[in-house]
């Protein structure tokens, strides 16, 4: 929660407001009613933040002229979460739940709707005493910020974080994260995870915890009956599997996707099945082929990224221009997001030979999403091929991309990026593709 | 059918060896064995083209040292098909069906299983003579290029033939199209055929025609039945609805995404259901809110395009440098695929603003595909909507794309500009959004 500073303040101090108040506000011949927000942490600081009747938040740009008027003098409710005792038992499971930031660990506030953020782990374990049921509970903090906000930087602070973890004894880690960018880290940390002996589990929330459709509670308490009780030592998300507050699925780290902006089961494994699900705090595993987990091990992060990589649309007549700009400003991987079996229209071609000449691999991966790059069928897939193209199997453009990042922070050689890209390493390539997996779009009610 | 040149034509002349031959290639010593297959159009004319026994074409570089013998001569079959008789029934309703090459018009040797472009649109006719009984079929080509090499200067070519023909007395008119970037022409097709008052159909195949699992003869069988029946005066798609060969949806042109490198059921409408389906040439609709066709009308292409617009998928740490660059390189407009509810980065923002000051518009859509972009949920949101970002509701990351293309062809001025993306001009923007309506990845076999 962020205070307003400068001008703002001033203004705000001389009309005796403070956050929580019902104003009237009146800025370049607009007037504006609602209850003052807290600021908001990367806004503009010349504005203040109104949620109107309607429930949206609006930012209303303040200057000297700017008139506030007190309307209604309202407290905010306290934010901090009492910290309830922590029963430990020696019987039980440990599990860490490290907090990185994001909706898991966010409150609301139900007078004014607003989302605030609560970025300690503590909060966490506050609002969802069920766990303590499952396992002893330790709370650590690998970073705060919102997952749109996450970086590959951050992304190793939390790996080691997670290996500091299970190197200790933990029974199993669960990390607490934003759901915008959740699976571009859960495909991180399941490359840079070497020697993983012990459940990962990423968990979040579409709708803040606190509200009455929250998804956050059966998600953390089957993450962590995951990270307790499973014998999956990978990197999985653990996400709502319906709409209904039922049950949790549990998706390989390099094969799950956010593939709604609101719904709860937003999450789905693309050219995958789920490796199981939890109901009930229960675990029911659909399928045996994963890595079994191990009493004893040690695990290593492998954290180097070469960050410069692009991901790259194929959208109808895309120039060779733009790859040579991608070259030219320093990138030293390319991920073709291309059209169908894998396909890039031919005013592309320059630009990908150009790349390979410079020696930046260019790898493909398909926009569909669903199904597999096999550039063999027709002539432009194998045109792409003759070019030194790389064919990214079944793998999600997304993953590609991650895993290129990983790969060329282990090597620039091209024949070794090439064969490293297209060798299964975590689960991310389907060594068979299954023709019965796939999307149905769904429509209930008519 | 592309002949072979030069140096490899030499070679192959000197081990009198023709296309369709089983032959041995020794080549920087290594040695394949295959049927030689015709030149591919694009490909390095140093290379020739080998059909190996696991089915795979592979190219082989030639160069002086190569040795090529002869093992079996074999005939490549008869390309050309037999032009049938064409039944004209003053009764019967005019359908034009308008080509541009892809797989719906390719031929597939059986015994190679290499697939050949067939350019004439005769040819469909052709290889499905029930569209006869249908309606009066006359054919005429476009264009002539797989659908990845699709531009936008072709989308125009495409949508002139098409007003064309309805101007001149068609019922409906059908695109033969490669379904690579169907959509994309689909979505082209909806902004530029302006008072449209007779159904326009996209179809294409996923799998070559003269395949035994080909759907070819279906959807282009269902997509002249809804040229000649409905009553539907809008662009859409028309592809099968599962992996039986048993009927077909309606997609709204600016609605539907190829979500399935070679699934038959890839085309599936986002964020709204189908408008109806066609089986055994019989039309159901699921609704009624389309735009009705009618006897007489006018349609006008407006087919300016603004091609210096470009699609950013919002990844982890993307620095502003990327837009500048974007921006520097000439581009008029950004489509961002942002992350969740219209996220991007805090990396960005700068670039974002430097867009912004540029008079470069930014639009926001997500790249989870399903749901609608709300901006005024979170923080990231709201600041981004203070950055003059505009947020694209549910319009799909491509669709948003080739909207902003066209809407840039139109008007530079940044108020126009936003206004027309955030109205629904063609059914590309859904008024209310539909929870109901999501995929749900299926897996049959357990």
Redesign the interface.
Known sequence: MFSYRGEVEKILRRAAVKVGDKIKVVSRRRAYIGVLMPR?????PN?L?LKLANG????VKVDRDTEVTLLESQELPELAVPKPERPQDPSKPRVTIVGTGGTIASRVDYRTGA?YPAFTPEDIYGAVPEIAEIANIKVVQACNV????????L?VKIARVVAKEINGGATGVVVAH????MS??AAALSFMLKGLFRPVVLVGSQRSSDRPSSDAALNLISAVAVAARSDIAEVVVVMHGSTEDDFCLIHRGTKVR??????R??F???ND?PLGMVRNGQIKL?RDDYHRASSEGRVRVQGRFE?KVA?L?????LPS??IK?IVA?GDKGIVI???????????L?EGIEFAGKRKVPVVMT?Q???????M?????G??L??LGVIPAEDMLP?VA?VKLMWVLGRTKDPDKVAKLMQRNLTGEITPRT?????????????
Not at 56 to 59: A, F, M, Q
Not at 368 to 374: D, E, F, K, S, T
């Open positions: 908001t942490e990367l806004g503009d504005h933040v949206y938040n609006i930012g989302v919102f997952s749109e906000h996450m970086t590959p930087d992304w934003g759901t915008d960018t571009y880290t956010k593939c709604h902006t609101s719904r089961d937003a789905q494994s693309i099945i659909f960050k991901l649309k194929a959208t109808p007549g221009s733009v700009g400003s997001e291309g059209t169908g079996l894998g396909h890039a229209p031919q005013s071609f398909s569909c999403l669903w199904g597999r790059v096999n063999n069928v027709y002539s432009t194998r045109d091929l003759q997304e991309w299954r023709p019965d997996v796939f999307l149905k779009t769904i429509f209930t009610s008519e």
